[in-house]
């Protein structure tokens, strides 16, 4: 699985993409307002701009991939729902500070 968390990752380049095997994509912005653009061999996701006068923004890059298998493989993930288990020791607290 790989993860393209938005916009600020700009341009990541999926080179081993292999839909056949199960490959995933998930994606931090809603999939409709994506565009899954084939450019030689290759397929550009894209981010619409919001208004006329922005340029899309280019997420990723998946090399030699065939545009509505990228698409069928993508699926949106919110990155705030997510939690990370506390793993630090319990009671040592020099390694709580700031967290």
């Known amino acids: 699985m790989i993860l393209i968390e938005d916009e600020t ?3 990541d380049v999926i ?19 994506l565009s899954f653009i084939q450019e030689g061999s290759n ?7 919001e208004a006329e006068e922005e340029d899309n923004i280019i997420l990723a890059t ?3 991939s065939i545009g509505e298998e990228v698409r069928s ?11 990370v288990p506390d793993v630090l020791p319990f009671g040592d607290a020099a390694l709580r ?3």
Do not use: H, P
């Not at 080179?15 to 307002?33: A, C, K, P, W």
């Not at 493989?73 to 939690?83: G, I, N, Q, W």
């Open 9 to 11: 990752d700009n341009m």
């Open 15 to 33: 080179e081993d993409f292999d839909f056949l095997s199960g490959d995933r994509i998930g994606i931090s912005v809603q999939i409709s307002s």
């Open 43 to 49: 397929i550009v996701i894209q981010l619409e701009a």
């Open 62 to 64: 998946v090399s030699n």
């Open 73 to 83: 493989a993508s699926f949106f993930f919110d990155l705030t729902t997510v939690s």
């Open 97 to 99: 500070i700031g967290a």
